[in-house]
């Protein structure tokens, strides 16, 4: 993997993180105009459960590409970080626009009401904050506006997003918390990684 990186990979790595939206977006219209249950007696909310386990996801492949790239002396997976991150906003834009538009339809009563009065949806809001400067500040021209260290400084935010995102999907599940315990899990290892190297350097830079 040390290589260069194969042509083909960025495409497929794309439509693979596309398929889940264009599957959730399809069954959304067939329960709704076709009268199926491909998402079952509850389609809103399990669209809702659905993209924002994407977003979960794609905020810890993001996570992964560090990781990757030291273990198998590959700089080029770097690009990948960017776009899992990017793919993370969208699907926690999907998993926003479902909740306000189908769930709340637009009362925006309603939806203030919940923001505020209901924990983990004001968790699952400060979440998508702190990902709306990541997402915007993710281009190279951003990295040379900020410079290297501010901008790997603000983009440690995701972690926060992460914290906050979990406690979201902890509140959120209520009884069956697999899913939670295994993002929560992956967390753990990875960040754990990220201190063992940070400890690594530190000792260097001492030595």
């Not at 794309?14 to 249950?37: E, K, M, N, V």
């Not at 926003?96 to 203030?112: F, G, K, P, R, S």
């Not at 919940?114 to 915007?136: C, E, N, Q, S």
């Amino acid at each position: 993997m040390a290589g260069r990186a194969p042509r083909w990979l960025y495409p497929v790595v794309f439509l693979a993180s596309l398929t889940p939206f264009l599957y959730i977006a399809a069954a959304l219209a067939s329960d709704f105009f076709r009268g199926t249950r491909m998402l079952g007696s509850n389609p809103i909310k399990e669209a809702e459960h659905f993209s924002g386990e994407m977003t979960m996801r794609m905020l810890l492949l993001s996570l992964c590409i560090s990781p990757a790239v030291k273990t198998f002396r590959a700089g080029w997976l770097i690009r990948y970080r960017r776009t899992f991150g990017l793919f993370a906003f969208f699907y926690v834009c999907t998993h926003l626009t479902i909740y306000a538009v189908l769930d709340v339809e637009l009362n925006w009563a309603d939806l203030v009401a919940d923001v505020t009065k209901r924990l983990y949806i004001t968790l699952g809001m400060a979440a998508f904050v702190l990902l709306v400067p990541l997402a915007v500040t993710s281009t190279k021209g951003w990295i040379r506006r900020l410079g290297s260290a501010r901008w790997n400084w603000l983009h440690r935010a995701v972690f926060g997003t992460v914290v906050l995102g979990m406690t979201h999907y902890f509140m959120a599940v209520k009884k069956d918390i697999t899913d939670p315990l295994i993002f929560a899990t992956l967390f753990a290892l990875l960040f754990g990684w990220r201190i063992r190297e940070a400890r690594r350097r530190a000792v260097v830079r001492s030595g």
